[in-house]
């Protein structure tokens, strides 16, 4: 996915500072940015989150870049995240869904930390939520739909990982949540793994296939905690070398 680029008045607006500091630092080399055909400087979100978490700054006006809201990053607590973010589930306000995690990062929060501190609480509440009937199918389907675009969103704000670096299959078994399985890859990612998600609810069969075929050097599934593991799967990988977790 390609990353939006930002111009350094955008930046600088966002940062409250003049544009001529932001084109002195990028030429200093304390922003990193890219040059179009005409010559001008254009900024990535990621060299951008860098400079704040290195510099640790704050974005002064985080609307400028369409981050959304800034509630959760000001609060300081992540606590007051988990509820921002499991109200904005249960509400389906798809703005709020992408805008909380969106603006905790560009504070300098990893992605790990945001799903491990913030989504996954929040998530399991939302799915009691729903097993409770407190949430129709109707609204718990529209607030899943906009998760997982903001997964795939947040996904496309890391670099590309080196084509040398350890290749992980990711997945669902069975009836495994899907949110956590995309979290899982892009958390690999985060960390510097090659990653290929392969899909939700597919069989043992279907990933013994995959480990033959891809030659994986780690798989992680996420599945049924009270499912039966999949033997066959596990022994192959043990046989192979292959490191297999579940989640």
Not at 202 to 213: C, F, Q, W
Request: proline letters at 3%; one cysteine or more; a negative charge.
């Amino acid at each position: 996915m390609n990353q939006r680029l930002f111009s350094p008045k955008e930046v600088a607006q966002a940062l409250a500072v003049s544009e001529a500091s932001i084109k002195r630092w990028v030429d200093k080399g304390l922003i990193k940015a890219e040059k179009t055909s005409g010559g001008h400087r254009k900024i990535s979100l990621l060299s951008l989150q860098q400079y704040l978490k290195d510099n640790n700054k704050e974005l002064v006006h985080p609307e400028v870049i369409d981050s959304g809201i800034s509630a959760a990053r000001k609060s300081g607590k992540l606590q007051e995240a988990k509820d921002l973010f499991y109200q904005a589930l249960l509400s389906c306000d798809a703005k709020a869904i992408r805008a909380i995690p969106y603006d905790l990062f560009l504070a300098g929060m990893s992605l790990e930390m945001i799903f491990n501190e913030v989504f996954r609480e929040a998530i399991e509440q939302w799915n009691q939520s729903h097993v409770n009937a407190e949430l129709d199918d109707f609204q718990f389907k529209r607030s899943e739909q906009s998760l997982q675009g903001v997964l795939y969103f947040l996904g496309g704000l890391l670099a590309l990982p080196d084509e040398s670096a350890p290749y992980v299959l990711v997945g669902t078994l069975g009836d495994g949540n899907l949110s956590l399985a995309h979290m899982e890859e892009i958390i690999l990612r985060e960390q510097g793994f090659r990653t290929e998600f392969l899909g939700d609810n597919l069989n043992e069969d279907a990933y013994i296939r995959a480990l033959s075929l891809l030659e994986p050097n780690k798989i992680s599934l996420a599945s049924n905690k009270l499912a039966d593991k999949p033997q066959k799967l596990i022994d192959l990988c043990s046989s192979e070398k292959v490191e297999i977790k579940f989640f």
